[in-house]
Protein backbone atom coordinates (compact mmCIF):
# COMPACT_ATOMS: atom_id res chain seq x y z
CA UNK A 1 0.00 0.00 0.00
CA UNK A 2 1.43 3.64 -0.66
CA UNK A 3 1.12 6.67 1.36
CA UNK A 4 1.22 9.73 0.03
CA UNK A 5 3.08 12.59 1.19
CA UNK A 6 1.38 15.53 2.68
CA UNK A 7 1.59 18.16 0.26
CA UNK A 8 2.04 22.03 1.48
CA UNK A 9 0.13 25.18 -0.07
CA UNK A 10 3.78 25.84 -1.68
CA UNK A 11 4.02 22.28 -3.10
CA UNK A 12 6.44 21.25 -0.95
CA UNK A 13 6.52 17.69 0.08
CA UNK A 14 7.46 16.42 3.44
CA UNK A 15 6.36 15.92 7.01
CA UNK A 16 4.31 17.70 8.99
CA UNK A 17 7.30 18.60 11.60
CA UNK A 18 9.03 20.20 9.12
CA UNK A 19 6.58 22.06 8.61
CA UNK A 20 5.84 22.81 12.18
CA UNK A 21 9.33 23.78 11.80
CA UNK A 22 9.49 26.05 8.97
CA UNK A 23 6.77 28.01 10.62
CA UNK A 24 8.13 28.19 14.16
CA UNK A 25 11.69 29.49 12.37
CA UNK A 26 9.67 32.21 9.99
CA UNK A 27 8.97 33.66 14.26
CA UNK A 28 13.02 34.17 14.74
CA UNK A 29 12.95 30.49 17.25
CA UNK A 30 16.37 28.74 17.31
CA UNK A 31 15.62 24.75 17.61
CA UNK A 32 17.56 23.12 20.15
CA UNK A 33 19.74 19.99 18.29
CA UNK A 34 18.98 17.54 21.03
CA UNK A 35 15.21 18.48 21.78
CA UNK A 36 14.71 18.00 17.93
CA UNK A 37 16.97 14.07 18.52
CA UNK A 38 14.79 13.57 21.27
CA UNK A 39 11.26 14.30 19.06
CA UNK A 40 13.05 12.23 16.14
CA UNK A 41 13.24 9.24 18.30
CA UNK A 42 10.20 9.24 20.36
CA UNK A 43 8.47 10.04 16.77
CA UNK A 44 10.30 6.77 15.68
CA UNK A 45 9.44 4.65 18.65
CA UNK A 46 5.74 5.85 18.18
CA UNK A 47 5.28 5.20 14.53
CA UNK A 48 5.55 1.41 14.78
CA UNK A 49 3.15 0.67 17.74
CA UNK A 50 0.56 3.20 16.86
CA UNK A 51 0.75 1.44 13.32
CA UNK A 52 0.26 -1.82 14.77
CA UNK A 53 -2.50 -1.34 17.14
CA UNK A 54 -4.80 0.25 14.67
CA UNK A 55 -3.43 -2.70 12.06
CA UNK A 56 -4.84 -5.00 14.43
CA UNK A 57 -7.95 -3.01 15.15
CA UNK A 58 -8.94 -3.55 11.66
CA UNK A 59 -7.59 -6.64 11.66
CA UNK A 60 -10.40 -7.73 14.37
CA UNK A 61 -13.36 -6.03 13.00
CA UNK A 62 -12.75 -7.28 9.55
CA UNK A 63 -12.74 -11.14 11.15
CA UNK A 64 -16.58 -10.07 13.20
CA UNK A 65 -17.77 -8.94 9.47
CA UNK A 66 -16.04 -11.07 6.94
CA UNK A 67 -13.95 -13.83 7.99
CA UNK A 68 -13.29 -14.93 4.47
CA UNK A 69 -13.05 -12.03 3.06
CA UNK A 70 -9.79 -11.16 0.95
CA UNK A 71 -8.65 -7.18 1.08
CA UNK A 72 -9.10 -5.83 -2.39
CA UNK A 73 -7.16 -2.18 -2.29
CA UNK A 74 -6.75 0.29 -5.00
CA UNK A 75 -5.73 3.58 -5.73
CA UNK A 76 -8.27 5.95 -5.42
CA UNK A 77 -8.70 8.15 -8.49
CA UNK A 78 -9.54 11.82 -6.76
CA UNK A 79 -11.05 13.45 -9.81
CA UNK A 80 -13.73 10.80 -10.05
CA UNK A 81 -14.91 12.59 -6.70
CA UNK A 82 -16.03 15.30 -8.41
CA UNK A 83 -18.30 13.41 -10.53
CA UNK A 84 -21.01 11.49 -8.38
CA UNK A 85 -22.37 8.40 -10.74
CA UNK A 86 -26.03 8.28 -11.01
CA UNK A 87 -27.40 5.64 -8.52
CA UNK A 88 -30.70 3.62 -10.15
CA UNK A 89 -33.90 3.75 -7.64
CA UNK A 90 -36.62 0.83 -8.04
CA UNK A 91 -36.87 -2.83 -9.04
CA UNK A 92 -36.83 -3.90 -12.85
CA UNK A 93 -39.13 -1.49 -15.10
CA UNK A 94 -39.96 0.57 -12.60
CA UNK A 95 -36.33 1.84 -11.80
CA UNK A 96 -35.76 5.55 -12.00
CA UNK A 97 -32.47 7.12 -12.04
CA UNK A 98 -31.64 9.69 -9.26
CA UNK A 99 -28.63 11.93 -9.78
CA UNK A 100 -26.76 12.69 -7.21
CA UNK A 101 -25.57 16.18 -6.95
CA UNK A 102 -26.85 19.53 -5.55
CA UNK A 103 -30.43 20.92 -6.91
CA UNK A 104 -30.83 24.11 -8.49
CA UNK A 105 -34.07 25.23 -9.60
CA UNK A 106 -33.98 28.26 -11.89
CA UNK A 107 -36.82 30.27 -12.68
CA UNK A 108 -36.32 32.17 -16.41
CA UNK A 109 -36.98 35.80 -16.33
CA UNK A 110 -37.56 37.76 -19.47
CA UNK A 111 -34.76 37.35 -22.06
CA UNK A 112 -33.01 34.86 -20.25
CA UNK A 113 -31.07 32.32 -22.48
CA UNK A 114 -29.92 28.35 -21.42
CA UNK A 115 -26.16 30.13 -21.75
CA UNK A 116 -27.34 32.84 -18.88
CA UNK A 117 -28.56 30.37 -16.75
CA UNK A 118 -25.44 28.34 -17.16
CA UNK A 119 -23.19 31.14 -16.62
CA UNK A 120 -25.38 32.68 -13.80
CA UNK A 121 -25.01 29.13 -11.54
CA UNK A 122 -21.40 28.49 -13.03
CA UNK A 123 -22.25 25.27 -14.61
CA UNK A 124 -20.06 23.53 -17.47
CA UNK A 125 -20.18 25.72 -21.19
CA UNK A 126 -19.12 21.89 -22.11
CA UNK A 127 -21.46 20.57 -20.61
CA UNK A 128 -24.01 23.08 -21.90
CA UNK A 129 -22.65 22.40 -25.57
CA UNK A 130 -22.99 18.50 -24.67
CA UNK A 131 -26.63 18.64 -24.24
CA UNK A 132 -27.61 21.06 -26.81
CA UNK A 133 -26.18 18.36 -29.44
CA UNK A 134 -28.24 15.60 -28.61
CA UNK A 135 -31.19 14.69 -31.03
CA UNK A 136 -34.47 16.66 -30.68
CA UNK A 137 -32.84 18.52 -27.10
CA UNK A 138 -31.93 22.14 -28.73
CA UNK A 139 -35.79 22.79 -29.55
CA UNK A 140 -36.92 21.96 -26.66
CA UNK A 141 -34.07 24.23 -24.58
CA UNK A 142 -33.47 27.75 -27.01
CA UNK A 143 -36.83 28.53 -26.40
CA UNK A 144 -37.61 29.83 -22.84
CA UNK A 145 -40.84 31.43 -21.45
CA UNK A 146 -40.71 33.51 -18.16
CA UNK A 147 -41.61 32.16 -15.09
CA UNK A 148 -41.12 28.99 -15.90
CA UNK A 149 -38.70 26.19 -14.04
CA UNK A 150 -35.54 24.34 -14.83
CA UNK A 151 -34.25 22.55 -12.72
CA UNK A 152 -30.45 21.22 -12.56
CA UNK A 153 -28.34 18.75 -10.15
CA UNK A 154 -24.45 19.34 -10.41
CA UNK A 155 -21.62 18.55 -8.99
CA UNK A 156 -18.82 20.93 -8.65
CA UNK A 157 -20.61 23.02 -11.77
CA UNK A 158 -20.31 19.45 -13.68
CA UNK A 159 -24.07 19.00 -14.47
CA UNK A 160 -26.17 15.57 -13.76
CA UNK A 161 -29.00 16.10 -14.81
CA UNK A 162 -31.31 19.01 -16.16
CA UNK A 163 -35.03 18.87 -16.44
CA UNK A 164 -38.15 20.96 -17.59
CA UNK A 165 -41.35 21.11 -18.32
CA UNK A 166 -41.86 21.40 -22.32
CA UNK A 167 -45.98 21.14 -22.13
CA UNK A 168 -48.86 20.53 -20.15
CA UNK A 169 -48.06 16.89 -20.53
CA UNK A 170 -44.36 16.42 -21.38
CA UNK A 171 -41.49 16.99 -19.25
CA UNK A 172 -38.05 16.81 -21.05
CA UNK A 173 -35.10 15.16 -18.49
CA UNK A 174 -31.48 14.80 -19.70
CA UNK A 175 -28.87 13.21 -17.48
CA UNK A 176 -25.37 11.90 -17.29
CA UNK A 177 -24.35 8.38 -18.17
CA UNK A 178 -20.96 7.37 -18.23
CA UNK A 179 -20.28 7.68 -22.13
CA UNK A 180 -21.98 11.32 -21.78
CA UNK A 181 -25.84 12.56 -21.88
CA UNK A 182 -29.10 10.87 -22.69
CA UNK A 183 -32.24 12.65 -23.19
CA UNK A 184 -35.95 11.34 -22.75
CA UNK A 185 -39.43 12.63 -23.22
CA UNK A 186 -41.59 11.36 -20.17
CA UNK A 187 -45.15 11.93 -20.58
CA UNK A 188 -47.12 12.64 -17.52
CA UNK A 189 -51.23 13.05 -18.81
CA UNK A 190 -53.41 15.51 -17.38
CA UNK A 191 -56.54 14.65 -15.56
CA UNK A 192 -59.77 16.52 -16.03
CA UNK A 193 -62.44 16.18 -13.28
CA UNK A 194 -65.95 17.21 -13.11
CA UNK A 195 -66.63 20.01 -10.75
CA UNK A 196 -70.49 21.27 -9.51
CA UNK A 197 -70.76 24.28 -7.83
CA UNK A 198 -73.83 26.80 -7.36
CA UNK A 199 -73.79 29.86 -5.91
CA UNK A 200 -76.27 33.16 -4.64
CA UNK A 201 -75.44 36.29 -5.02
CA UNK A 202 -75.56 38.94 -1.67
CA UNK A 203 -73.28 41.50 -2.83
CA UNK A 204 -71.68 40.67 -6.59
CA UNK A 205 -70.97 38.59 -8.59
CA UNK A 206 -67.24 37.79 -7.91
CA UNK A 207 -67.65 37.56 -4.09
CA UNK A 208 -70.08 35.39 -4.66
CA UNK A 209 -68.26 33.10 -6.97
CA UNK A 210 -64.72 33.17 -3.91
CA UNK A 211 -67.47 32.20 -1.74
CA UNK A 212 -68.15 29.30 -2.93
CA UNK A 213 -64.10 28.50 -4.53
CA UNK A 214 -64.76 29.33 -8.18
CA UNK A 215 -61.97 31.39 -9.79
CA UNK A 216 -62.37 35.00 -11.18
CA UNK A 217 -60.85 33.45 -14.62
CA UNK A 218 -64.85 30.81 -14.08
CA UNK A 219 -66.93 33.90 -13.29
CA UNK A 220 -65.63 36.36 -16.23
CA UNK A 221 -66.04 33.58 -19.03
CA UNK A 222 -69.73 32.02 -17.39
CA UNK A 223 -71.07 36.37 -18.09
CA UNK A 224 -68.49 36.97 -21.44
CA UNK A 225 -68.96 33.67 -23.13
CA UNK A 226 -72.45 32.28 -22.15
CA UNK A 227 -75.20 34.58 -21.07
CA UNK A 228 -73.73 38.21 -21.93
CA UNK A 229 -76.21 38.16 -24.81
CA UNK A 230 -78.96 37.89 -22.32
CA UNK A 231 -78.02 39.74 -18.92
CA UNK A 232 -75.88 42.97 -18.70
CA UNK A 233 -73.86 41.99 -15.82
CA UNK A 234 -72.89 45.51 -15.10
CA UNK A 235 -76.61 46.64 -14.47
CA UNK A 236 -78.72 43.32 -14.29
CA UNK A 237 -77.56 41.98 -10.99
CA UNK A 238 -79.69 41.49 -8.05
CA UNK A 239 -79.21 40.49 -4.67
CA UNK A 240 -80.80 37.16 -4.52
CA UNK A 241 -79.96 36.08 -8.31
CA UNK A 242 -78.40 32.11 -8.28
CA UNK A 243 -76.31 30.77 -10.46
CA UNK A 244 -74.80 27.21 -11.03
CA UNK A 245 -71.62 25.95 -13.28
CA UNK A 246 -70.45 22.52 -14.02
CA UNK A 247 -66.64 22.69 -15.49
CA UNK A 248 -63.55 21.00 -15.68
CA UNK A 249 -60.60 21.32 -13.33
CA UNK A 250 -57.18 19.91 -14.47
CA UNK A 251 -54.50 18.31 -12.47
CA UNK A 252 -51.24 16.52 -13.04
CA UNK A 253 -49.83 13.91 -11.23
CA UNK A 254 -52.26 15.50 -8.27
CA UNK A 255 -51.14 19.19 -8.55
CA UNK A 256 -54.07 21.36 -9.38
CA UNK A 257 -53.12 22.93 -12.77
CA UNK A 258 -55.97 25.11 -13.20
CA UNK A 259 -59.75 25.32 -14.62
CA UNK A 260 -60.68 24.01 -18.16
CA UNK A 261 -64.09 24.55 -19.80
CA UNK A 262 -67.62 25.52 -18.62
CA UNK A 263 -69.42 22.29 -19.59
CA UNK A 264 -72.89 23.66 -18.38
CA UNK A 265 -74.35 26.94 -17.11
CA UNK A 266 -77.54 28.40 -15.30
CA UNK A 267 -78.17 31.83 -14.11
CA UNK A 268 -81.33 33.06 -12.37
CA UNK A 269 -81.76 36.62 -12.86
CA UNK A 270 -84.47 38.24 -11.65
CA UNK A 271 -86.67 35.43 -11.33
CA UNK A 272 -86.11 34.47 -14.90
CA UNK A 273 -83.80 31.06 -15.36
CA UNK A 274 -80.97 31.21 -18.01
CA UNK A 275 -79.53 27.65 -19.33
CA UNK A 276 -76.67 26.45 -21.64
CA UNK A 277 -74.61 23.48 -22.43
CA UNK A 278 -71.14 23.41 -24.41
CA UNK A 279 -71.51 21.36 -27.58
CA UNK A 280 -68.40 20.29 -29.44
CA UNK A 281 -69.43 17.80 -32.51
CA UNK A 282 -67.24 14.71 -33.31
CA UNK A 283 -65.99 15.67 -36.09
CA UNK A 284 -65.15 19.18 -35.26
CA UNK A 285 -67.43 21.68 -37.02
CA UNK A 286 -69.58 22.87 -34.42
CA UNK A 287 -68.25 23.88 -30.70
CA UNK A 288 -70.29 26.56 -28.93
CA UNK A 289 -73.13 27.19 -26.08
CA UNK A 290 -76.22 26.57 -26.83
CA UNK A 291 -79.83 26.54 -25.10
CA UNK A 292 -81.28 22.97 -24.21
CA UNK A 293 -83.34 23.54 -27.22
CA UNK A 294 -80.54 24.01 -29.15
CA UNK A 295 -80.66 28.01 -30.24
CA UNK A 296 -77.17 29.79 -29.92
CA UNK A 297 -76.41 31.70 -27.10
CA UNK A 298 -74.66 33.90 -28.80
CA UNK A 299 -77.51 36.74 -30.32
CA UNK A 300 -76.79 39.81 -32.74
CA UNK A 301 -75.94 42.19 -29.77
CA UNK A 302 -73.98 42.20 -26.63
CA UNK A 303 -75.62 43.43 -24.11
CA UNK A 304 -73.03 45.43 -22.32
CA UNK A 305 -70.00 46.75 -24.37
CA UNK A 306 -68.06 46.17 -21.46
CA UNK A 307 -66.79 43.63 -19.52
CA UNK A 308 -68.23 44.65 -15.38
CA UNK A 309 -67.88 48.05 -14.73
CA UNK A 310 -69.86 49.88 -12.51
CA UNK A 311 -73.03 51.73 -13.47
CA UNK A 312 -73.24 55.62 -13.05
CA UNK A 313 -76.86 56.30 -14.73
CA UNK A 314 -79.44 53.72 -15.70
CA UNK A 315 -81.57 55.02 -19.05
CA UNK A 316 -83.89 57.55 -17.92
CA UNK A 317 -86.06 59.84 -20.18
CA UNK A 318 -86.81 62.22 -17.54
CA UNK A 319 -82.49 62.69 -15.93
CA UNK A 320 -81.19 65.62 -14.57
CA UNK A 321 -78.60 66.51 -16.85
CA UNK A 322 -75.48 66.70 -14.60
CA UNK A 323 -73.99 69.60 -16.42
CA UNK A 324 -76.66 71.68 -17.64
CA UNK A 325 -79.05 71.12 -14.93
CA UNK A 326 -82.20 70.43 -16.84
CA UNK A 327 -84.54 67.91 -17.45
CA UNK A 328 -82.57 66.81 -20.35
CA UNK A 329 -83.66 62.94 -21.81
CA UNK A 330 -81.18 60.26 -20.83
CA UNK A 331 -80.80 58.10 -24.04
CA UNK A 332 -78.73 55.59 -22.97
CA UNK A 333 -76.81 54.10 -20.27
CA UNK A 334 -73.40 55.14 -18.67
CA UNK A 335 -70.77 52.83 -17.59
CA UNK A 336 -68.82 54.31 -15.24
CA UNK A 337 -65.02 52.61 -15.75
CA UNK A 338 -61.41 53.94 -15.45
CA UNK A 339 -59.78 56.13 -18.33
CA UNK A 340 -58.66 53.71 -21.11
CA UNK A 341 -60.87 50.83 -20.00
CA UNK A 342 -61.64 48.50 -23.48
CA UNK A 343 -64.93 49.48 -25.05
CA UNK A 344 -66.39 46.21 -27.22
CA UNK A 345 -68.87 46.27 -30.43
CA UNK A 346 -72.07 45.07 -29.07
CA UNK A 347 -72.71 43.53 -32.39
CA UNK A 348 -70.99 43.38 -35.68
CA UNK A 349 -71.31 46.58 -38.44
CA UNK A 350 -69.99 49.01 -40.16
CA UNK A 351 -68.30 52.32 -38.77
CA UNK A 352 -70.86 54.80 -39.64
CA UNK A 353 -69.06 57.61 -37.59
CA UNK A 354 -65.69 58.21 -36.07
CA UNK A 355 -64.77 61.82 -34.53
CA UNK A 356 -65.86 64.87 -32.37
CA UNK A 357 -69.65 64.84 -32.59
CA UNK A 358 -70.87 67.50 -29.85
CA UNK A 359 -71.57 66.67 -26.22
CA UNK A 360 -70.57 63.55 -26.64
CA UNK A 361 -66.83 64.04 -27.30
CA UNK A 362 -64.86 61.86 -29.40
CA UNK A 363 -67.74 59.31 -30.53
CA UNK A 364 -68.13 55.58 -33.20
CA UNK A 365 -71.33 55.19 -34.64
CA UNK A 366 -72.17 51.60 -36.25
CA UNK A 367 -74.53 51.12 -38.51
CA UNK A 368 -75.78 46.95 -37.80
CA UNK A 369 -78.82 46.63 -40.45
CA UNK A 370 -82.20 46.18 -40.28
CA UNK A 371 -82.50 50.01 -39.03
CA UNK A 372 -80.25 49.15 -36.04
CA UNK A 373 -77.29 51.61 -35.46
CA UNK A 374 -75.14 51.70 -31.55
CA UNK A 375 -73.64 54.67 -30.28
CA UNK A 376 -70.38 55.01 -28.29
CA UNK A 377 -69.36 58.54 -26.74
CA UNK A 378 -67.21 60.23 -24.56
CA UNK A 379 -63.84 57.91 -25.55
CA UNK A 380 -60.59 58.94 -24.90
CA UNK A 381 -59.54 57.53 -28.20
CA UNK A 382 -60.03 55.12 -30.84
CA UNK A 383 -58.94 51.79 -31.58
CA UNK A 384 -56.33 50.99 -34.41
CA UNK A 385 -58.10 50.87 -37.48
CA UNK A 386 -61.81 52.80 -36.56
CA UNK A 387 -62.84 54.89 -39.09
CA UNK A 388 -65.94 55.72 -41.26
CA UNK A 389 -66.59 52.68 -43.41
CA UNK A 390 -64.65 50.22 -41.63
CA UNK A 391 -65.90 46.77 -40.94
CA UNK A 392 -66.44 45.79 -37.27
CA UNK A 393 -67.44 42.08 -35.74
CA UNK A 394 -68.98 41.70 -32.25
CA UNK A 395 -66.59 42.20 -29.59
CA UNK A 396 -63.70 43.73 -31.45
CA UNK A 397 -61.95 46.87 -29.57
CA UNK A 398 -63.53 49.59 -31.24
CA UNK A 399 -62.24 52.47 -28.46
CA UNK A 400 -61.55 53.44 -25.05
CA UNK A 401 -63.58 55.10 -22.17
CA UNK A 402 -62.79 58.58 -21.55
CA UNK A 403 -64.80 61.76 -20.28
CA UNK A 404 -64.23 63.62 -23.70
CA UNK A 405 -67.64 66.11 -24.67
CA UNK A 406 -69.93 66.65 -22.04
CA UNK A 407 -68.77 64.53 -19.25
CA UNK A 408 -68.03 64.90 -15.30
CA UNK A 409 -65.96 62.32 -14.94
CA UNK A 410 -64.54 59.35 -17.17
CA UNK A 411 -67.51 57.11 -18.46
CA UNK A 412 -69.13 55.35 -21.39
CA UNK A 413 -72.43 56.61 -22.59
CA UNK A 414 -74.44 54.33 -25.00
CA UNK A 415 -77.54 54.14 -27.30
CA UNK A 416 -79.46 51.45 -29.04
CA UNK A 417 -81.41 52.90 -31.80
CA UNK A 418 -84.38 51.36 -33.59
CA UNK A 419 -85.03 53.11 -37.09
CA UNK A 420 -83.44 56.47 -35.25
CA UNK A 421 -85.84 55.57 -31.97
CA UNK A 422 -83.97 55.20 -28.55
CA UNK A 423 -84.21 51.65 -27.00
CA UNK A 424 -83.02 50.97 -23.94
CA UNK A 425 -80.26 48.60 -24.47
CA UNK A 426 -80.91 46.28 -21.93
CA UNK A 427 -84.50 45.11 -22.36
CA UNK A 428 -85.08 45.80 -26.13
CA UNK A 429 -85.82 42.71 -27.79
CA UNK A 430 -82.74 40.67 -29.40
CA UNK A 431 -83.46 39.02 -32.91
CA UNK A 432 -83.83 35.42 -32.36
CA UNK A 433 -80.11 33.54 -32.34
CA UNK A 434 -79.55 30.70 -34.65
CA UNK A 435 -80.53 27.52 -34.13
CA UNK A 436 -78.19 24.36 -34.11
CA UNK A 437 -77.85 22.60 -38.28
CA UNK A 438 -80.18 20.05 -38.73
CA UNK A 439 -77.41 17.56 -39.02
CA UNK A 440 -76.18 18.07 -35.81
CA UNK A 441 -79.49 17.69 -33.63
CA UNK A 442 -79.39 14.22 -32.97
CA UNK A 443 -75.62 14.30 -31.41
CA UNK A 444 -75.96 17.10 -29.75
CA UNK A 445 -79.65 15.59 -27.62
CA UNK A 446 -77.30 12.69 -26.34
CA UNK A 447 -74.73 14.43 -25.34
CA UNK A 448 -75.79 16.92 -23.89
CA UNK A 449 -78.85 15.55 -21.59
CA UNK A 450 -76.07 14.18 -18.94
CA UNK A 451 -74.89 17.89 -18.59
CA UNK A 452 -78.62 18.92 -18.59
CA UNK A 453 -79.11 16.56 -15.68
CA UNK A 454 -75.97 17.48 -13.82
CA UNK A 455 -77.35 21.30 -13.29
CA UNK A 456 -80.90 19.94 -12.56
CA UNK A 457 -79.46 18.08 -9.67
CA UNK A 458 -77.20 20.80 -8.89
CA UNK A 459 -80.36 22.99 -9.04
CA UNK A 460 -82.43 20.41 -7.02
CA UNK A 461 -79.54 20.49 -4.06
CA UNK A 462 -79.32 23.58 -3.20
CA UNK A 463 -83.25 23.74 -2.96
CA UNK A 464 -83.40 20.81 -0.71
CA UNK A 465 -80.40 22.17 1.73
CA UNK A 466 -82.39 25.77 1.50
CA UNK A 467 -85.71 24.03 2.66
CA UNK A 468 -83.58 22.30 5.42
CA UNK A 469 -82.15 25.77 6.37
CA UNK A 470 -83.80 27.41 9.62
Known sequence: MNEHPVTNQKG????????????????????????????????????????GAIAFAFF??????????????????????????????????????????????????????????????????????????????????????????????????????????????????????????SAKVIETPIEVRKVEKRGRIDSSLFVAGRSIGVSSDVIMRLANDIFGWDIDFALDIQPGDEFGIVYEQRFREGEYLGDGKILAAEFVNSG?????????????????????????MRKQFLRAPVDFTRISSKFNPRRLHPILNTIRAHKGVDYAAATGTVIKAAGDGRVSVA???????????????????????????????????????????IGFVGKTGAATGPHLHYEYRLNGSYKDPRTVPLPEARPIPPAYRGEFESLTGQLLADLDRNRDAAVSISARAP
Open 12 to 51: FKGSRVANDYRTTSTHGAVPNPAALHVRWLLTGLALPLLG
Open 60 to 181: RSGEATAPHATPNLEMIDTASLAVPKVQTLGIGKNATLAPIGNTVEFVVRRNDTLDRAFRQLQLSLQDLAAIRDLPGVKESLDLLKPGELITFVHANGLVQALTRRISDTQTLTVTRQDDGF
Open 355 to 397: GVQGGYGNVVILEHGGGVTTLYGHMSGFAKGIRTGARIQQGQT
Open 272 to 296: HAYRAVRFESVDGEVSDYYTPAGNS
